[in-house]
């Protein structure tokens, strides 16, 4: 019995949480635009005044830009591509049945806690450091020259621990998807190769249709913003993406007008993501 | 099966065991391979950690802000999708989608201003803004956990308690609470996870005083000599209360990250 008056409590309680994120999102929002018509730049502070769409202009012709979404893009590609083909994998493996198989899901899932800084830090020392790393030893142990991987490959460098942190959580999604279709269906590891390939190609695939879109809408919106892995692991001049190019014209060059156009452009990229995103999550939504 | 499952298992979790181990080991034989099993256990590196960093500001900092942040985005967040979830009206379901393109914002789409308005207002640095920034970044996300949980409870229910003569003081703490209590819990735990390891904001908003510690782990990035089991022993007091926070919620972090797409 919805009276009108607890209609007007509903939206008493909703309303506190509305408007602060509209201010959250439209003030900042506002004014990066502003910012990005200014000239502006805390280092010459005599320097003023509006500056149409140069600021737009130069941040594009930047010899840091071509890269920097060339990287932004490569980054989001290539983790995504692993920790789906991967997490499809693992999800399979951890849907069988086997002995410690709860302890296994919980090794398998630990990496997604790990804060971006540590998993850094320590992905770059412990492991890939070219002298005393892990992989420097392994590929000795082989033969090979070690692999200088921060100053050779400082991309797949960074793409490598991305997708560690991230391969957990399309694994732990795909599974759990798997295991509500379990649910229904009858048990698939009783099934023979031809029989399982069969059932993995017209009832498995298409029920983790839309488990994976959203694991890939996701993983591209989080990936877009990615900062702490390549901030602390000083790779930025080297594999910097469109977020590390927007802090280091605005935070370390001081040029707010056009740092802020360049936020723009990443606000537009995102948002054109989003918008699928939102759109299969809301056609999902029973109200 | 189980072979194959159980070495896979341990390569992800190699990095982390790996670290929890060097950070009982002397700096010598941290970088050697060959002791992998060291002989000479140390507990003094987690002692040079504190004295040199000060772990426990760094920690008390994390705590403020990640617990602080969530239950200010818990005050705001249970009665927006509590009414959202019992007495939803026409707009309810644009105003969900709504709150959840705010999530998808790009954080350099707002870093200029907020680090202007903070440089400006000597904001940088101190507890309560980081605080809020941290609320308003997870708000969304907790509207949206808590109004999937919310709208699990059977409406019914209540209709019987009320047939059973119960006003709406029981209603509430004997029927509602119990009901919803869990969904809170998750809430909270997942929330607490995601804005203790949140690493844009925190690394631009702060410094030293209210630094959390992704910042703390943050000034050991630049190499010093021998410095791994120093780096390991931080890292390990950095991530060992929230990795095992995360693997009791590890049920409910799907539920939370899909916006309930997945269950």
Known sequence: MATRHSQGLARLAVAPSVIILFLWMIVPLVMTIYFSFLRYNLLNPDIGGWAGFSNYYYFITDDSFPGAVLNTLLLVASVIAVSVIGGLGLALLMDQPFWGRGFVRLLVISPFFIMPTVSALVWKNLL??????????????????????????????????????????????????LQSLDEEQKDASAMDGARFFSYFRYIMLPHLARPITVVILIETIFLLNIFAEIYVTSVGGLAGNLTYLVYFQGLLNFDIGEASAGGLIAVVLANLVSIFLVRVIGRNLEI | ???????????????????????????????????????????????????????????????????????????????????????????????????????????????????????????????????????????????WMLFTYFKEIPVDILEAARMDGAGIWQELSRVLAPMALPGIASTFLLNVILAWNEAFWTLKLTDVHAAPLTVFIASYSSPEGLFWAKLSAASTMAIAPILILGWFSQTQLVRGLTFGAVK
């Open chain 1, 128 to 177: 890939m450091n070219p002298i005393y790393g892990l992989f420097a030893y392994l590929q000795e142990l082989v033969g090979l020259t070690p692999l200088d991987w921060f100053a050779k490959v400082p991309l797949l460098s960074v793409a490598i621990i991305a997708s560690w942190q991230w391969l957990p959580f399309a694994a732990l999604i795909i599974l759990t998807a």
């Open chain 2, 1 to 143: 099966m189980t072979l194959v499952a159980w070495t896979i298992g341990i390569l992800m979790f190699w990095p982390i065991l790996w670290t929890f181990l060097t950070s009982f080991k002397t700096e010598q034989d941290a970088v050697l391979m060959s002791q992998l099993f060291s002989t000479g256990w140390t507990f003094e590196n987690f002692g040079i950690v504190q004295e040199r960093s000060d772990y426990l500001r760094f920690a008390m900092n994390s705590v403020i802000i990640a617990f602080g942040s969530t239950l200010l985005c818990l005050l705001f967040a249970i009665p927006a999708a509590w009414s959202m979830a019992f007495s939803p009206s026409k707009r309810t379901k644009d105003t969900l989608l709504w709150m959840l393109s705010t999530k998808m914002m790009p954080p350099v789409g707002a870093l200029l201003p907020i680090y202007l308005i903070f440089k400006e207002y000597r904001l940088i640095d101190q507890h309560i803004p980081v605080l809020i920034i941290m609320f308003m970044l997870n708000l969304p996300l907790v509207v």
